[in-house]
């Protein structure tokens, strides 16, 4: 998934349109659907100010190993992470102690 098509999805999660973010980084809305089209990742600045609207850390958006896996990712697996994302620590503790219970009983 190319870092536009992250963009997308975590705007999906949080429910905003790509217009808001366009006016809130002041970016041309067009070009998110350019850079989707072109596979490609904007400047520095505006990444930051991108991964800084969503919320999400900018070496999330700029990661490239899913396009190079032999393997399609599961789109609920990648939701899941995704939302993990924001938990606390704690949270996440949890959640895998709930995971491994699941597992254990399997």
Request: hydrophobic share 40%.
């Amino acid at each position: 998934m190319n870092f536009w098509k992250k963009v997308d999805a975590e705007l999906t999660y949080l429910g905003k349109t790509r217009k808001e973010l366009a006016n809130s980084i002041g970016f041309d809305v067009t070009n998110i659907s350019f850079g989707i089209k072109r596979n490609s990742i904007p400047a520095a600045d505006t990444a930051l100010k991108v991964s800084r609207f969503l919320g999400v850390p900018l070496d999330y958006l700029l990661e490239m190993e899913e396009e190079n896996s032999q393997t399609p990712q599961n789109p609920q697996i990648l939701e899941i992470e995704n939302r993990l994302r924001r938990f606390s620590q704690n949270d996440v503790n949890a959640i895998l102690a709930v995971v491994n219970a699941i597992n254990e009983k399997y």
